[in-house]
């Protein structure tokens, strides 16, 4: 019998939990001269409060709820390993299953632990064997309720960075200089987090991270479906510059991908080639709030391009807008959810699809001024609304089904 199709949303633990005062990106937040227009705080206090989003995503008849399991609160410092935590997010796992949802764990999503950093980060000989431990004892304590595991997400976001200076590039790039002249000062050392690798010996590390990661995982769980979740826009234009943005920003995650169990595809929009350069959009584009394009087509030609580089089945694991219009969010939920029917019917696998995000969360450099959320959340009381777009999103799976 076929597994189920996982129809679900996505969250990060930085971006929802709140005072993940050990992590690397939450030293940066309160830097002087740092570039966050604000710093994560309480985020959306979903460390106390994950069982009322749990809740949520069950009420709109969800199957699949994406979050991630904090590095630097289940190891605070290097060697010794917080039993609550790992408690807490096992916790987390097993009340997912207990309604239904399946959990799809993250192990890295953006953040690391400031000794992490402070060693070098990826750039670190050790770090492979590191990060292995790390997924070695979150194996030992949720790897029987978790049927899918996300090492990195979105490993090759920086080398989209240094492609293209528009919007869906901005994570990677704004005062990056400034902030880790700074950092380096509080912390002694210049490397903090995957934002910051290179294309030399840091990707060779964190690819083999993935590798030793995805194989202590298995020792403990084999049955756990593995995979890393690319940013993966939909190329388009001149082939001459379709085929250099990807032989640097997709090939080298794609080649490791191929012995995944799945490719995770997140897609925001489009990027237009000439032979050299990216484009900017027509000044008569649809924008979001962040500044992309509106083109929700992008998501049914990225999950072909993906399946078609790594011949892996295709779980898509981030999609959707930042906008302060609901009817906007709702308009490109149905029509990228058209062009993912579309891409099905051309027998493309696909696992699954996370909508980003359950709430509107801290969106790293630019705090709160976005929102990416089906469902808001008041920065006062953390009081969860769902909008009109998350019942669209529920009426479309419920047809689905």
Request: a neutral charge.
């Amino acid at each position: 019998m076929n597994a189920p199709f996982l129809w679900g949303v996505a969250t990060a633990g930085h971006q929802v939990e709140g005072n993940n005062v050990n992590a690397d990106i939450w030293l940066l937040e309160q830097l002087p001269e740092t570039s966050f227009v604000a710093p994560s705080g309480d985020a959306c206090d979903s460390l106390h409060r994950w069982r009322d989003d749990m809740a949520i995503v069950a009420s709109l008849g969800l199957n699949a709820y994406r979050f991630s399991v904090e590095w630097s609160r289940i190891e605070p410092v290097q060697g010794q390993f917080s039993a609550a935590w790992l408690d807490h997010y096992a916790a987390m796992a097993a009340a997912c299953r207990a309604q239904g949802i399946a959990p799809v764990v993250t192990l890295s999503h953006f953040t690391s632990p400031r000794w992490f950093a402070a060693a070098g980060g990826w750039n670190n000989p050790a770090a492979p064997g590191l990060f292995a431990r790390f997924a070695d004892r979150v194996a030992r304590h949720m790897g029987d309720t978790v049927g899918h595991v996300v090492t990195f997400n979105e490993p090759n976001l920086p080398l989209m960075g240094r492609w293209t200076p528009t919007p869906i590039a901005d994570l990677a790039r704004r005062s990056l200089d400034t902030m880790m002249s700074a950092a380096a000062q509080a912390c002694g050392s210049d490397q903090f987090s995957v934002w910051v690798y290179s294309q030399g010996e840091d990707i060779t590390h964190l690819l083999d991270g993935h590798r030793a990661a995805r194989a202590a995982w298995k020792a403990v769980a084999p049955r756990t479906a593995i995979g890393m979740s690319l940013a993966i826009p939909d190329a388009q234009g001149d082939a001459r510059g379709i085929a250099a943005y990807r032989h640097y920003a997709e090939d080298p995650f794609f080649a490791v991908a191929r012995d995944d169990d799945f490719v995770g595809v997140q897609t925001y929009g489009r990027l237009q080639f000439d032979a050299t350069r990216v484009l900017s959009p027509s000044t008569m584009a649809e924008r979001t709030q962040s500044g992309d394009e509106f083109y929700p087509a992008a998501l049914g030609n990225t999950v072909s391009h993906a399946h078609a580089a790594t011949d892996r089945p295709v779980f898509v694991t981030e999609n959707g807008i930042a906008t302060a219009n609901d009817r906007q969010r709702a308009r490109y939920i149905s029509a990228a959810l058209a062009s993912l029917d579309a891409a099905r019917a051309k027998n493309i696998p696909v696992i699954g699809y996370l909508h980003w995000s359950l709430l509107d969360n801290f969106e790293w450099r630019r705090g709160y001024t976005q929102q990416f959320g089906l469902v808001a959340v008041d920065r006062r009381s953390f009081r969860r609304t769902p909008k009109p777009s998350a019942h669209l999103y529920a009426d479309i799976v419920r047809s689905h089904r």
